[in-house]
């Protein structure tokens, strides 16, 4: 019975993982195809056959933006009223929101209102993949054991890179499909950023079922406590949003919390900074070093496509997979601090030699290119989105994780918005030298965070909760000990998730 147990747990495990990683997949692949998208909707509706700089920004800026909001309001929600409540509900608004994009009409519509329409809907699909960031990972850490805990968290975040990838393969077969139509009418293109967006969201439609009837997890419903000497104290009201801002302010009151939940939010902020203002431009970025460059509209978004599959084959993918075995190896703190710091080197480098005058083989700058992309995948990409799934207590967990999360999103959002004019101001090098000043900012900022080293169970133990608080003095009462030698209750929940 007990060797019957073993293939089914391992079923389960393995049905959670590709439930929990399907919303990353989303956002790994919809957030790189915008880049190649940008440029197929200049050659389709606007004069020139491109994108305005500021038109550019606001399209790319708009997931980021939705993201922020989905992050911090189901952030709180899943603390407020627990995992499984609304679980499935950010899938929904991913598929809805890129529905309504790819149903941008064909015909009719001004430049701007083109804007308007995938901006806008664009926010939406934004919403439900942020709200992903704090579910998936409260999900993903109360649901394995210590020793497992950060190869499965981040095994689960490592479809982004799987979404990238399939972003960039899939646009090539489409490319290579429609070729012959293209050169025989540019407007074929219409079917190629169409089919590559509606293509990303399948892995969520077949996983939105399982996700809808997912089962809350057991360190939400006990808000992990534990201990020998118990009392147990029954809450029947079930818990919202005002004693989840309850919590907050108490938790956070306490000035070594905040400070780590500043540093956890900066690290992610400055992270995203440099990080999407790469990613984000990527197309931009493979023209600019003299790889990207066509004769067709065509053969320019074809040498687009082999560049991203080079630069993720070669950096972005293997760093993911490195990541994943690091935390457990060398711990998460030392990861980050490591990593930050090369990349701001690299950087400082790829600046030097991008410089009006300096001549340089194409194959330099993509080795500079997917080094660094290796180390921000395997340091800060996999690290800023562990650790706060780790440092904080089941009942703030979410909320930190969401407002971590948001804080760097506003940095993606800053590099959306602000590449293209900044970089027409001061050309890729300058965009290089200052994120390379701000991945060492980074790097300071990393020296703030406690390296996680208490199970998330243990973590739950906190004396500032009000039902915890509860159960001490009952304990005090029952046992004659001082409530100052009480460090451990037991909570019985016949609600939905009290504290």
Known sequence: MHSESKPKALGAQVRFMITAGAGFFADGYLNLTIGLVVPILG???FPDGKVSTVDSDVIKGGLSLGMVVGQLLFGILSD???????????LLLTIFGTLLVISLPWKGLSTRSITAWVTVFRVVTGIGIGADYPLSSSFTAENTDVSTRAVRILSVFSNIGLGNMAASIVFLVLLKAFESAIAANINHLEWVWRLLLGIGIIP???TLYARLTISETQLYNKRGFDAELTATV??????GLGDQWKDVREYFGDWRHARTLFATSASWFLFDIAYYGI????SVVLSRI???KGNTPWETLYKTAIGNIIIQAAGYIPGFYVGIFLPDRIGRVRQQLFTCGMVCILYAIWAGISSPGVHTSTGGFMAIFAISQFLLTSGPNSTTFLIPAEVFPTRVRSTAHGISAAAGKCGAIIAAFAFGSVEDAIGLYGILGLFSGVMLLNTLVTLLIPEPSLTIEGLGIDLGSPLVNQGVEQVSKDSGLPSTKITEVTVETTGSGCV
Request: glycine share 10%.
């Open 43 to 45: 050659y389709l509706y």
């Open 80 to 90: 407020a009223w627990g995992r499984k409540k609304v679980y499935g509900k950010e």
């Open 204 to 206: 969520a439609i077949f």
């Open 234 to 239: 029954v809450c029947n009201n079930k818990r």
């Open 279 to 282: 990613n984000l431009n990527q």
């Open 290 to 292: 003299g790889y990207a």
